[in-house]
């Protein structure tokens, strides 16, 4: 192998608008085709009496490699003095944009082939969008065909204008736009008489390759937790790939959106020695200075650089490849970053109209390849960026049943001034109908006010033990508790079923309901889980309102960054525990205090 430079494009365009032609034309005007290829293509159509077409010497090339070990359809490759370049062709279907989507295929730069005399078409529109998806930000457009319209610049300026603004709101500034007619290679390698701009090649000898993420912000989106159980070493590993940046020993870090902060103290590398610093691009994993509660799917980063945005609502452009429509009321997954999330759809903001036609109306859901600005919100918290500050962490999948049915990238965080789950509190209130008996009827009844608590913390067993003990004192003093473990709503009503790729925010609310329900009835619901975070308790807070909430927290490190009610040591006696705890209910005026 050489050690000459290489350069991936992807080539974009509507159907029949010339991507074949453009690159038959570049392998052939460069002498990159095998010898005696073109003349054998050519003498193949003159024997079936086909006028030859440079598109046919890809077709030609593909039943050559599809006859080899390795198929590889989509690629072709040309050289130039400078460097290598390998041609991607983007055929419109969905599994090649998934590929893209999800990162599968990386390109420095694209071309976009627009025809002439059709002018811009659906797949210019959606080829545009994924180009900005894929935060490609090298675009050379180039308007095929000329001929057909009789070289008319007017006709090639209209266009220009046209595409450049559609690509105006996707970020996508496209370096210039080249007449040509690739039928007759003009403008291709060759300069025509009628132009005086660069030709493809020229241009393409001018990108550069796009420099290493290593040089950017810091993005380790983290992936798992590994914990070290033996000898007593409470020592975790922080694991994940960086996206962007490069981190190193001694870097003081936050993650995201928890804000918890530490700093580095080794990079380990599987199966390798320790390194002093990692760069993007590379799976590894940190142990910390400071033994932190981190959850898989937070966003690590560095004190010194620019903080990611953490919200709950934001503005993106989203592409719909699923058949069932993208509609509003329905909870899907968000996933960005290493962060899976309950995720909805607040508000369609613009189609972008693939179809050229204005009138896109006020559309209430977005059907299979409808591209669109939306507003989207979150169930909890999440760290991202958007696509033009950072794409890999500005870019986003949705997933429904399973499969992955939309992607999109991050324009604009918002505030969430009115959320989706506030306005849920609020019908639900008026939609569930409750009885005549009231809050003071229950208070007389029972003898105490309801309350949900929830026991939380680093020790989950620690957690369960007081929970159990705590509703069987309080029954035995004639109050109404209930404990209920979480692991019923990670099971669900079936207690066999396996609810493994645990929609985790689902089970949190049902028993935001549930507690809803049960202090609803005048109950003290106890459960316990451990290791809730900040976004967590916000949840389910909300989704017992209007009645309240009482955050227990036991155990060590991560049960200080709560804010709790009651702050339980890690080696707390459940007794002492179950005092304690007492001693808050009565001050609140939960239950009455005998001894005043
Ligand atoms: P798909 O792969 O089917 O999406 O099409 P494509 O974009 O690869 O187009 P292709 O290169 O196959 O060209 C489509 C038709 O346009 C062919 O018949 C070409 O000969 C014709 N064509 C391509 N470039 C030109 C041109 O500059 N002028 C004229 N008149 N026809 C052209
Ligand atoms: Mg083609």
């Not at 010898?35 to 159509?45: D, F, I, R």
């Not at 902060?261 to 993007?280: D, G, H, M, Q």
């Amino acid at each position: 192998m050489s050690n000459r430079e290489q350069m991936n494009i992807v080539i974009a365009g509507h159907v029949d608008h010339g991507k074949s032609t453009v690159i038959g034309r570049l392998l052939a005007d460069t002498g990159s085709l095998p010898e005696g290829k073109l003349e054998q293509v050519k003498a193949t159509c003159a024997r079936n009496a086909r006028p030859f077409e440079y598109a046919f010497l890809l077709d030609a090339l593909k039943d050559e490699q599809s006859q080899g070990i390795t198929i590889d359809i989509a690629r072709c490759f040309f050289k130039t003095a400078k460097r290598d370049y390998i041609l991607i062709d983007a055929p419109g279907h969905i599994e090649f944009l998934k590929n893209m989507v999800t990162g599968a295929s990386r390109s420095d730069a694209a071309l976009l082939v627009i025809d002439a005399h059709e002018g811009v078409r659906e797949n210019s529109r959606r080829h545009g969008f994924l180009l900005s998806m894929l935060g490609l930000k090298q675009v050379i457009v180039l308007v095929n065909k000329m001929d057909l319209v009789g070289y008319d610049m007017a006709v090639f300026e209209r266009i220009k204008k046209e595409y450049t603004a559609f690509l105006a709101p996707l970020q996508v500034k496209p370096i210039d736009f080249i007449p040509i007619c690739a039928r007759d290679g003009e403008n291709i390698a060759e300069r025509a008489s009628w132009h005086t701009g660069k030709t493809v090649l020229e241009y393409l000898d001018e990108l550069v390759i796009p420099p290493s993420r290593s040089k950017e912000t810091l993005r380790f989106p983290v992936q798992d937790i590994y914990k070290f159980t033996e000898m007593d070493d409470e020592r975790r590993i922080v694991a994940g790939t960086i996206e962007s940046g490069t981190v190193s020993v001694g870097d003081k870090v936050v993650f995201y959106p928890s804000r918890k902060s530490a700093s580095i103290k080794s990079i380990e590398a599987f199966n390798r020695p320790c390194l002093t610093s990692a760069v993007a691009g590379n799976a590894f994993g940190v142990t910390l200075t400071e033994e932190l509660y981190i959850k898989p799917g937070e966003l690590l980063c560095r004190a010194d650089q620019v903080p990611p945005m953490v919200s709950q609502r934001f503005r993106g452009m989203v592409f719909w490849m699923m058949h069932i429509p993208l509609v509003k009321d329905r909870r899907y997954k968000l996933k960005i970053g290493a962060t899976r999330v309950a995720v909805e759809l607040v508000e369609i903001r613009t189609m972008i109209d693939a179809t050229g036609t204005s009138d896109t109306g006020s559309k209430q859901q977005l059907d299979r390849h409808d591209v669109a600005e939306c507003i989207f919100e979150t169930i909890k918290p999440v760290a991202f960026d958007t696509a033009l500050s950072n794409p890999s962490t500005g870019r986003f999948v949705i997933v429904a049943n399973y499969e992955i049915a939309g992607c999109g990238i991050v324009l604009e965080s918002l505030k969430n001034d009115h959320s989706v789950l506030d306005e849920h509190v609020k019908r639900r209130e008026v939609v569930w109908e409750g009885g005549g008996v009231g809050v003071a009827d229950r208070y007389e009844r029972f003898g105490h006010q309801a309350k949900f608590i929830l026991l939380t913390g680093s020790n989950a067993q620690l957690c369960r033990n007081i929970g159990h003990a705590l509703e069987a004192n309080l029954f035995a003093n004639k109050y109404l508790a209930y404990y209920l473990g979480y692991s019923f709503f990670e099971k669900g009503l079936s207690a066999g079923s396996n609810n493994s790729e645990s929609n985790k925010d689902e089970d949190l609310i049902s028993l935001g309901e549930l507690a809803r329900v049960l202090t609803g009835s005048g109950h003290i619901f106890i459960t316990a889980r451990a290791h809730l975070d900040g976004g967590d308790i916000a949840l389910l807070e909300r989704l017992n309102q209007p009645h309240e909430i009482l955050v227990v927290t036991a155990g060590d490190f991560d049960a200080a960054s709560l804010v709790s009610h009651v702050a339980l040591n890690a080696n707390v006696s459940v007794l002492d525990a179950v005092n304690q705890i007492y001693e808050v209910l009565k001050h609140k005026e939960i239950i009455p205090d005998f001894s005043i």
